[in-house]
């Protein structure tokens, strides 16, 4: 098991007050069958140079204790911020491991700041994504599900303490972290231990509690699957949650089989409204980043090209065929204007040369012959291969490149010409 949430570091928080008492905890989560864990201490107010500088100096130090006692344990440096402190995401402390993937936020106990939303995305602008620490002890949550519901609709995920699903923080807490459960609102349990004896690392009965209701598998995502991708900085994609109704109040696990019949139509708009959030998300980012620039560049290409006679070839394959005809055919009827028509040529519509040339030249060579064949200098080649990789675009370009022609890519990766 991973733990990913674990007050470890001596005297810089509410967890425990002396190294002693730092490898005794580790000792115990050892036992418990713990193999790795990020030390997320608390930063309530302010994230700034002092306090990493606190956090990695006894990081370091407890690296070397664990050292010295030869404690098998994987050790990873984070913290808990709580939603209302000053941080930047880009401090090597405030994500998991510093992967500057994943971030641990706290909410107060009580109530939920309004902007908290506004915090999320903007740690998604940065490709950070929120782990939301133990919501079931959040009051306003325990009222109402379907807050953490939206939580998880904005690509939040959730992280549940398993001393809640044991009854440490009463039968209300542990109440509602079943039902979130049973909704698949939650991604991790964490021990978020603060000392040896009163909060241990401990997760084994959390383990047991999971894996009698809700089986071996999900027991593994939950404790080893999805912490060790949060550390690693990989992607996490969970199953989509399970809506939660009005009525949401009913016998726990008797009436999971309702839920469930239920979801698959309630699930197909949140799928939606989900990628739909996230496309927009990129283009945001897309609006702050060099792209802007490489766009404003390519759109000068092409204008200095068309006004000197030259004319715009374009290629790609499957999809990318498709929005080569696409982009030609606006340029040489209309988009939004009403104007003189504009040469432009999409490579991948003469099915004649594309299956003499692949078939006496090889595939490889569709676009690369019509490059060849009609392209002149200062006229533009657009080739568009989402990989970055596809061999008969890259040629294309290639040959595009040696007549003189200013070949442009729309990709992904970056492809080497
Ligand atoms: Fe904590």
Not at 117 to 136: K, M, N, W, Y
Not at 227 to 238: H, L, M, N, T
């Amino acid at each position: 098991m991973i733990d990913i949430h674990a007050h470890l570091l001596p005297q810089v928080d509410d967890g425990p007050d002396s190294w002693e008492k730092s490898l005794a905890i580790l000792r115990r989560g050892i036992e418990d069958g713990i193999k790795g864990v990020v030390c997320t201490s608390h930063v309530l107010n302010r994230l700034d140079e002092e306090l990493e500088r606190e956090f990695v100096g006894k990081f370091e130090e407890l690296k070397k204790r664990v050292k010295e006692e030869d404690l098998r344990i994987s050790l990873w440096l984070g913290s808990e911020i709580h939603c209302n402190a000053e941080f930047n995401p880009k401090s090597k402390i405030a994500t998991l491991n510093g992967n500057g993937k994943y971030a641990l936020l706290e909410l107060p106990l009580v109530g939920i700041p309004n902007d908290v939303e506004d915090i999320f995305f903007r740690l998604s602008v940065e490709g950070i994504t929120t782990i939301l620490a133990h919501p079931e002890r959040n009051s306003v949550i325990a009222e109402k599900l379907e807050i953490a519901y939206n939580f998880i609709e904005k690509d939040v995920l959730l992280q549940s303490n398993a001393g809640s699903l044991t009854g440490q923080f009463g039968k209300r807490v542990k109440h509602t972290v079943l039902e979130m459960l049973d909704h698949r609102m939650i991604h991790f349990i964490a021990s978020d231990c603060h000392s040896p004896h009163r909060r241990p690392m401990i997760l084994s009965r959390a383990y047991k509690i999971i894996t009698r209701h809700y089986g071996e598998k999900t027991a593994e995502e939950l404790f080893i699957v999805n912490p060790y991708k949060a550390v690693i900085g990989e992607e996490i994609s969970p199953s989509p949650p399970i809506p939660i109704h009005e009525n949401r109040r009913r016998k726990r696990f008797s009436r999971l089989k309702i839920f469930r019949s239920c979801q698959n139509v309630n699930m197909q708009s949140s799928f939606v409204k989900k990628r739909i959030d996230a496309s927009a998300r990129i283009k945001l980012k897309m609006a702050e980043s060099e792209v802007v620039e490489a766009i404003k560049r390519a759109a000068e290409y092409i204008v200095q090209a068309l006004r000197l006679g030259g004319k715009v070839l374009l290629c790609g394959n499957g999809g990318s065929a498709a929005d080569s005809q696409h982009i030609a055919a606006e340029l040489v009827g209309r988009f939004k204007l009403d104007r003189n028509p504009l040469a432009a040529v999409a490579l991948t519509t003469d099915s004649s040369i594309l299956t003499s040339v692949g078939n006496d030249y090889g595939y490889h060579d569709v676009f690369r012959r019509q490059v060849e064949a009609l392209g002149k200098k200062g006229d533009v080649l657009i080739g568009i291969t989402t990989s970055g990789s596809s061999k008969n675009v890259i040629l294309a370009m290639r040959a595009a490149k040696e007549k003189g022609m200013k070949p442009l890519g729309l990709l992904v990766k970056k492809a080497k010409l």
